[in-house]
């Protein structure tokens, strides 16, 4: 079997490849930079989030699974590979317990107004005389609210309620799951751990903003494209915590620092010291369970 690398992430050291070539063992490894890939002969097709894989890659005779480094796979056409029964994985798992903690990190964060006291100490303020005025909120008995049910949203959900959270689930493939709009109504907190598609693709708008009670929180480590930040700056009784973009780097990065409780990382909530290696083992470990004969984890249904 073949194996064709294409493109590689800025945590991706040689180590880390060399790791990955030598856990494939029995596998021809082969790298490409740059565009238009020779894919012939090639079985598999290993891809980052920076390359577009479509119907041009896809319909190579030869080709039979795409699998992704990343959590994330709307670079990559699913409708058309579907259509050459090419099967497309990814590999969550690497990032899935840097993502949470991330999320659940800036949610408290933002519940007990760290970000405030921090601002005011900067200014040689001792605010403890306004306590009263914070809105300072316990996560025990909040009722939070989870969109999407996959590897990262599950982990988001036990976290959550490991600490006394009411937790809601939003997710259109769980049966009797609760709306968005129902979550929209109901949660102090809601943090996004779903896909991007044209379905949900600005699901965070200037309504749903508008509807959000004063002081509740929105979080978002999945996709940039789920909220709308344009809205965001018109509607500033949301607290934020934002880690993805629709366009990176942000170009209203300043003007959603200066917004009231906004917390702001560079699509940094994925990362840590071991990724590369991460990447390395759940990704041989998925292309070796296809190459022999089973199904590699964590398939794009």
């Known amino acids: ?38 894919l012939r002969g090639v079985q598999v097709l290993a891809t980052t989030s920076k390359v577009r894989v479509g119907e041009e890659q896809l319909s190579s005779p030869d080709l039979r699974l795409v699998i992704t480094t990343t959590s994330g796979y709307e670079h990559i056409d699913v409708a058309s590979a579907r259509r050459h029964e ?4 990814r590999c969550p798992m690497a990032r899935r317990d840097a993502v949470v903690e991330s999320s659940v990190s ?71 799951s609760p709306s968005f709009e129902e979550l929209v109504q109901s949660c102090g907190l ?5 896909s991007l598609n044209p379905a949900n693709q600005g699901l965070v708008n200037a309504d749903v903003l508008q509807a959000m009670a004063p002081g509740s929180v929105l979080l978002n480590t999945a996709r940039g494209g789920l909220v709308h930040t344009a809205a965001l700056l018109q509607h500033t009784h949301v607290r934020a915590g934002l880690d993805v973009f629709a366009q990176e780097p942000c170009p ?6 200066a917004r009231p409780n906004t917390l702001l990382s560079p699509h940094a909530a994925g990362y840590h010291d071991g990724l590369g290696q991460a990447v390395a ?15 590699p984890a964590h398939l794009v249904q």
Do not use: N
Not at 17 to 37: F, K, N, S, T, Y
């Open 86 to 89: 090419v099967l497309v994985a």
């Open 1 to 38: 079997m073949r194996l064709l690398r294409w493109g590689r992430s800025a945590y991706e050291s040689d180590a880390s490849l060399r790791l990955e070539a030598q856990l494939l063992d029995g596998i021809e490894v082969l790298h490409h930079e740059g565009p238009d890939p020779d």
């Open 106 to 176: 800036m949610g408290i964060a933002l519940l007990r107004q760290t970000l405030v006291f921090q601002k005011d100490a900067e200014q040689g303020l001792w605010s403890r005389d306004r306590l009263l005025d914070r809105s300072l909120t316990l996560v025990r008995g909040l009722t939070v609210g989870v969109v999407g049910h996959g590897v990262i949203g599950r982990r988001a959900a036990q976290i959550w309620r490991t600490l006394g959270a009411q937790v809601w689930v939003s997710d259109p493939v769980m049966p009797r």
């Open 281 to 295: 083992r759940e990704l041989a470990e998925s292309v070796l369970a296809f190459a022999e004969g089973g199904a």
């Open 252 to 257: 209203d990065l300043a003007r959603l620092a």
């Open 190 to 194: 809601i943090t996004l751990h779903c």
